[in-house]
């Protein structure tokens, strides 16, 4: 898959400029004037780059439209406005953004940057170009990033120690498969130890910081007598 770039709420003319700049480089884009459509398609289908106009609106609806951004995708998001503040700029960046930018530039500008930080997403950062998005599992609430060991839930990053990770990541990879705790250790952890007790420990340590109940499972279901399954989102 070539790279991808998403545009919304941008003038017609600016997205036209910009595409001819992007196509240059072998990367194509597509474009949408709603705000809503553009965070729908953003949700469902990945792409590389994210460039988002700011509504004439308050401080507070740009924030809350960024931090909606943020829960679906790890993927950049450079924003473009007429005029930004210090003050602004600072809580953009801090909520999400990836770069602000004056929307008053020229397009070669706007498009410079773009590429620049595309570059990063793509190549510095070590993402697949050919699958951007195959590495990130995108789970219900949760966004497993296994290059960077990051997860987050709900948009809030949780820290988790190396075998919660692999675990998490495999129970991931594999939703709606019974593992055994002897299936666990010798293929998730490469290892041959007590069994039920170590895997029991760090599901327990796990669905405390997924906050899931035992009872009433969203991620991690126990199956008596078997082992424990990874229940596929809905």
Same mark, same amino acid.
């Given at each position: 898959?070539?790279?991808?770039?998403?545009?919304?709420? @941008?003038? +017609?003319?600016?997205?036209?400029?910009?595409?001819?700049?992007?196509?240059?480089? =072998?990367?194509?884009?597509?474009?949408?004037?709603?705000?809503?459509?553009?965070?729908?398609?953003? %949700?469902?289908?990945?792409?590389?780059?994210?460039?988002?106009?700011?509504?004439?609106?308050?401080?507070?609806?740009?924030?809350?439209?960024?931090? /909606? +951004?943020?829960?679906?995708?790890?993927?950049?998001?450079?924003?473009?406005?007429?005029?930004?503040?210090?003050?602004?700029?600072?809580?953009?960046?801090?909520?999400?953004?990836?770069?602000?930018?004056? /929307?008053? =530039?020229?397009?070669?500008?706007?498009?410079?940057? %773009?590429?620049? +930080? $595309?570059?990063?997403?793509?190549?510095?950062?070590?993402?697949?170009?050919?699958?951007?998005?195959?590495?990130?599992?995108?789970?219900?609430?949760?966004?497993?990033? *296994?290059?960077?060991?990051?997860?987050?839930?709900?948009?809030?990053?949780?820290?988790?120690?190396?075998?919660?990770?692999?675990?998490?990541?495999?129970? /991931?990879?594999? *939703?709606?498969?019974?593992?055994?705790?002897?299936?666990?250790?010798?293929?998730?952890?490469?290892?041959?130890?007590?069994?039920?007790?170590?895997?029991?420990?760090?599901? /327990?340590? +796990?669905?405390?910081? $997924?906050?899931?109940?035992?009872?009433?499972?969203?991620? @991690?279901?126990?199956?008596?007598?078997?082992?424990?399954?990874?229940? *596929?989102?809905?």
């Amino acid at each position: 898959m070539e790279n991808q770039v998403l545009m919304v709420g @941008i003038s +017609l003319q600016l997205f036209e400029r910009l595409q001819t700049l992007f196509l240059e480089e =072998s990367i194509s884009s597509a474009y949408t004037a709603s705000i809503q459509e553009g965070a729908r398609r953003f %949700a469902e289908k990945p792409c590389h780059l994210l460039i988002l106009a700011l509504p004439e609106e308050n401080k507070e609806t740009w924030l809350k439209i960024l931090a /909606a +951004l943020r829960k679906s995708r790890p993927t950049p998001i450079m924003l473009l406005a007429d005029e930004w503040d210090e003050d602004t700029r600072t809580e953009m960046l801090k909520d999400g953004a990836d770069m602000c930018f004056s /929307a008053k =530039s020229a397009p070669e500008a706007i498009g410079a940057h %773009a590429l620049a +930080l $595309l570059r990063r997403y793509t190549l510095y950062n070590h993402y697949d170009i050919s699958q951007p998005d195959a590495s990130v599992l995108h789970r219900g609430e949760l966004v497993i990033d *296994p290059i960077r060991h990051r997860l987050t839930l709900a948009g809030n990053e949780v820290r988790l120690r190396r075998r919660e990770f692999r675990l998490l990541l495999y129970f /991931a990879e594999n *939703p709606g498969i019974v593992l055994t705790p002897e299936k666990i250790c010798e293929t998730v952890w490469m290892t041959e130890s007590h069994y039920n007790r170590d895997v029991s420990a760090v599901i /327990a340590e +796990l669905r405390k910081k $997924l906050k899931d109940d035992l009872k009433h499972p969203v991620y @991690i279901e126990t199956v008596h007598g078997v082992g424990y399954r990874f229940l *596929p989102y809905k």
